[in-house]
C-alpha cells in the first residue's frame, strides 16, 4: 500500500512539473536547451527535474519514460553530491623540515670581573667564537583526521643531539579542545614562544631564559580559542627537569609546575598590519630544595641566564637554592605594532619560598626582571601577528634580494631591512642569594634576504653587580658583537 502511495506521489509531483514546465518554457527554448544538449553530451546531474521533464514534454515522451528520467537524474545528483565530499585520510601524513643557524660572537671589551664569571678559577677574558648555534631536523603531520604530532631534534653538539619538541597531539576534543601531550614549550613568556626563526634579536632576553630556561619540558597541555582567535587560553601541567639530553626523568621527587597563559589581540586590523596584543602568564612550581647527596635528580630550583650573548656559562646565576619549596612566577606582555613600527615589552615577578629545616635555608625570596624593546622596518613591511599563538609571523620582503643575479627571472632588489634598540633588566640578587644584578643594551639589524634567510647583526653593552663574590669581584661589564645567518627550510 505504502509502495502505490508512493508512486502515485511521484506521478504527482511529474504532472504538476510538466504543466508547470509547458507552460514555462516556449518552443524555441526547448530546442535551444536540446541543442545544446547535443553539443555537451548526456544531461548533467546538476541540470533540473524540471528541464529534463520540459524535453521529454516536448519529445512527447510517456509518463512512464519522464518518471524513469527523474528517477535516473536523481540518483546522478546523488552520486554526485557522494564524489563531492572528501574521503577521510587513512593513513599519517608527513612534512619535513628544518633550519640552520650560524653564529660568530665577538667580544670587544670586558673588565676583569667578567673575566671571573666566565672563568672562575683564570679569570681569563671570554673567548671569541665561531659555531653553529642550531642545525635542526624536524618533522610535523597529521594522524588520520583527529591527532597530530611533531618531533624535532638538534644537531648543533654532533656528540650529543638533544630534541625539542616531541608531542603527539589530540584535536577536537569535549571541553580540552586541542590536547598535546609530549615535550613542548610551557606558556611563560612571550619571546619564548616566538620561534628563533622569527624573533628580532639573536639571543632571547634576560628575564625570558631566566624564569623559563629552555621553555621546553615533558607535560600536557590544552589549546583554546574563540571563535575569531581573538581570545585564546593555554595551560598544562609539566615537569621541571629538562630531558632534552638524556629523554627521562628518574628519581622519587617528581618535581613539577601548573603553567597557564590568556592572551588575545583586540586589536587586529588592515589585514594584520595593524595590531595590538595582550596577554598574562603565570608558573606554580615545586622544585625539591632539600636534594640528598644521593638523590638521582637536582634541585629545579635554579635561575640563570648567559646575558643575552653565547659564553661557557651563565654570568648571572643564583645557583641550586637551598630549602626552595615552591616558586610562583607571573609575567605580562604587550605588542603594539603599526606598520613598519612594533614596540614589545615583559615584566616578570617570581616569588620563592623556602622550607626551615633544610641545610642552607634561608628566608623567602622574591626576583623580578623586564625588556622592552622598539623595531622599525626600514624598507616599509611590517611584522606579521599569528593570532591563535599569539606570537610573531614571518617577515615577507616587498622585493627578496636578487642583486648581481645572472639570470633575469625576477626583478633586482634588496630584500627587507630592519633596525631594532632593546633594554633589558634582571634582578636575581635577594637576601642571601646573590645571583645579580644585570642590565644589557642591544641594538640589532636584521637584513631579510627573503622569507626563509635573513642576516642579523647585534651589538650588546651590558653591566652586572650585586654578584656574588667570584674572584673577589661583584660585578663587570662588557661589550660584545654578533653576527647571525639563519635559514629555513
Wanted: proline share 4%.
Amino acid at each position: 500500500m505504502s509502495e502505490l502511495v508512493s508512486r502515485l506521489l511521484v506521478k504527482t509531483i511529474a504532472s504538476v512539473g510538466l504543466c508547470l514546465g509547458v507552460a514555462t518554457l516556449g518552443v524555441a527554448q526547448v530546442e535551444q536547451a536540446t541543442a545544446t544538449e547535443n553539443v555537451v553530451g548526456a544531461a548533467s546531474p546538476q541540470r533540473s527535474a524540471t528541464e529534463l521533464i520540459n524535453r521529454e514534454a516536448y519529445a512527447g515522451a510517456t509518463l512512464e519514460s519522464r518518471l524513469s528520467v527523474l528517477e535516473q537524474s536523481w540518483l546522478q545528483m546523488q552520486a554526485a553530491e557522494v564524489q563531492a565530499v572528501p574521503a577521510a585520510p587513512t593513513k599519517p601524513t608527513f612534512k619535513l623540515g628544518g633550519r640552520i643557524h650560524l653564529d660568530q660572537w665577538y667580544f670587544t671589551d670586558d673588565t676583569d670581573g667578567i673575566g671571573f664569571f666566565e672563568h672562575p678559577v683564570t679569570g681569563d677574558d671570554p673567548e671569541n667564537r665561531i659555531f653553529f648555534r642550531r642545525i635542526r631536523m624536524e618533522a610535523a603531520g597529521d594522524i588520520l583526521d583527529n591527532m597530530d604530532y611533531r618531533f624535532q631534534v638538534d644537531f648543533n653538539n654532533p656528540q650529543t643531539p638533544e630534541y625539542k619538541d616531541m608531542y603527539v597531539g589530540f584535536q577536537d576534543l569535549t571541553l580540552l579542545n586541542t590536547v598535546r601531550i609530549g615535550n613542548q614549550k610551557r606558556p611563560l613568556g612571550l619571546d619564548h614562544l616566538n620561534s628563533s626563526r622569527r624573533n628580532v634579536f639573536m639571543e632571547r632576553p634576560l628575564p625570558v631564559e631566566t624564569f623559563n630556561p629552555d621553555a621546553r619540558r615533558i607535560g600536557a597541555a590544552s589549546y583554546n580559542s574563540n571563535y575569531d582567535e581573538s581570545l585564546n587560553l593555554v595551560y598544562g601541567a609539566f615537569l621541571l627537569e629538562n630531558t632534552r639530553s638524556d629523554g627521562k626523568v628518574v628519581g622519587d621527587s617528581q618535581q613539577g609546575s601548573f603553567n597557564a597563559r590568556l592572551f588575545g589581540s583586540p586589536v587586529y586590523e588592515c589585514e594584520g598590519q595593524d595590531y595590538l596584543h595582550l596577554a598574562i602568564s603565570t608558573m606554580i612550581a615545586k622544585p625539591d630544595g632539600d636534594v640528598g647527596a644521593n638523590d638521582t635528580h637536582n634541585n629545579e630550583g635554579r635561575f640563570a641566564t648567559r646575558s643575552e650573548i653565547r659564553s661557557d656559562r651563565s654570568w648571572l646565576d643564583t645557583g641550586r637554592i637551598a630549602g626552595a619549596d615552591w616558586y610562583q612566577v607571573l609575567g605580562m606582555e604587550a605588542i603594539y605594532n603599526s606598520g613598519p613600527l612594533q614596540i614589545t615589552g615583559e615584566y616578570f615577578m617570581n616569588w620563592t619560598q623556602r622550607d626551615s629545616d633544610t641545610l642552607g635555608t634561608g628566608p623567602d625570596l622574591y626576583f623580578q626582571g623586564a625588556y622592552i624593546y622598539a623595531a622599525y622596518m626600514l624598507t616599509g613591511e611590517h611584522m606579521p601577528y599569528t593570532r591563535k599563538s599569539g606570537t610573531l609571523g614571518r617577515v615577507t620582503p616587498f622585493r627578496n634580494f636578487r642583486m648581481f643575479s645572472r639570470d633575469n627571472n625576477g626583478p633586482d632588489g634588496w630584500g627587507a631591512w630592519q633596525i631594532a634598540l632593546r633594554y633589558s633588566h634582571l634582578d636575581i640578587s635577594d637576601e642571601d642569594i646573590l645571583g645579580g644584578v644585570g642590565d644589557d643594551l642591544t641594538f640589532a639589524v636584521v637584513w631579510y634576504f627573503n622569507p626563509y634567510a635573513s642576516l642579523q647583526f647585534n651589538a650588546v653593552y651590558g653591566e652586572i653587580e650585586d654578584h656574588a663574590p667570584t674572584g673577589g669581584f661583584t660585578g663587570g661589564d662588557f661589550t660584545a658583537l654578533g653576527t647571525r645567518l639563519r635559514i629555513e627550510f
